[in-house]
C-alpha cells in the first residue's frame, strides 16, 4: 500500500510565504516523479510544479520565480516533497493536492497516487 500525505497548508495574506509537504510512504519499489497540482474553487485541477527522480523541476508559467520545489529522503524510507510558496497572491488561493508515479515492486507497470489535499487560502 502506498500512502502520499500532505501538510503545511492554511491562511496567509498576499505577500506572504507558505511551505507545502508531501510524504510518500508504504511499498514503494520506485518513485518516477512527484508533482504538486491545485485547484482553485470553481476551476479544474492544475500541475503547480513537479520532480524526476533525477531531480529535474518543472513549473507552470505564473509560478516560475515564486514557487520552489524540491526532494528529499529520511531515514524512516519517506520521500519526501516539498514546496516552498513565496509572494503569495489571492489567486494561489486553492486545494493543493500531491500525486506521484509509482512502482511498488519489479513486476508493477506502475499507476498514479494522490494525496487528500491540502488547502491553501490567500486574502488580499
Known amino acids: 500500500q502506498v500512502q502520499l500525505v500532505e501538510s503545511g497548508g492554511g491562511s496567509v495574506q498576499a505577500g506572504g510565504s507558505l511551505r507545502l509537504s508531501c510524504a510518500a510512504s508504504?511499498?514503494?519499489?520506485?518513485?518516477?516523479?512527484m508533482t504538486w497540482y491545485r485547484q482553485a474553487p470553481g476551476k479544474e485541477r492544475e500541475l503547480v510544479a513537479g520532480v524526476s527522480s533525477t531531480g529535474s523541476a518543472n513549473y507552470l508559467d505564473s509560478m516560475k520565480g515564486r514557487f520552489t520545489i524540491s526532494s528529499s529522503s529520511r531515514e524512516d524510507a519517506k520521500n519526501i516533497v516539498s514546496l516552498q510558496m513565496n509572494s503569495l497572491k489571492p489567486e494561489d488561493t486553492g486545494v493543493y493536492y500531491c500525486?506521484?508515479?509509482?512502482?511498488?515492486?519489479?513486476?508493477?507497470?506502475?499507476?498514479?497516487?494522490w494525496g487528500k489535499g491540502t488547502l491553501v487560502i490567500v486574502s488580499s
Open positions: 500525486s506521484s508515479f509509482i512502482r511498488r515492486n519489479y513486476a508493477d507497470s506502475g499507476m498514479d497516487y
Open positions: 508504504g511499498s514503494i519499489f520506485f518513485l518516477h516523479n
